[in-house]
Nanobody
Framework: QVQLMESGGGLVEAGGSLRLSCVLS????????MGWYRQAPGKERELVAT???????NYAASVKGRFTISRDNAKKTVYLQMNSLKPEDTAIYYC???????WGQGTQVTVSS
């Protein structure tokens, strides 16, 4: 059974930092791209960052230079380091296995102004 479990969300002041983690179980990790998405209230879910099996990365323009995605294949874990957080980063953050149907349950990030 494939499961993704996010952690690390919370409440932080603007300008602060958080590090999200997502652990995969029940599937091979190293061969898959992994993505972080977010969904703010009243908005559609959007792609924040992707890391591919070769370690290459892509970022949404809104987070480039502030967020860093990384992976540890031995731990089957993908991370999202979020720095210089802004109130508009407030959302539920989800990780996703590749482009398939497996998503985590989400972790809430709230940035106060």
């Amino acid at each position: 059974q494939v499961q993704l479990m996010e952690s690390g969300g919370g409440l932080v002041e603007a300008g602060g930092s958080l590090r999200l983690s997502c652990v995969l179980s029940g599937s091979t990790f190293s061969i898959h791209a992994m993505g972080w998405y977010r969904q703010a209230p009243g908005k559609e879910r959007e792609l924040v960052a992707t890391i591919y099996s070769d370690g290459s990365t892509n970022y949404a323009a809104s987070v480039k230079g502030r967020f860093t995605i990384s992976r540890d294949n031995a731990k089957k874990t993908v991370y999202l380091q979020m720095n210089s957080l802004k109130p508009e980063d407030t959302a539920i953050y989800y990780c996703r296995l590749g482009l398939g149907v497996y998503w985590g349950q989400g972790t809430q990030v709230t940035v106060s102004s």
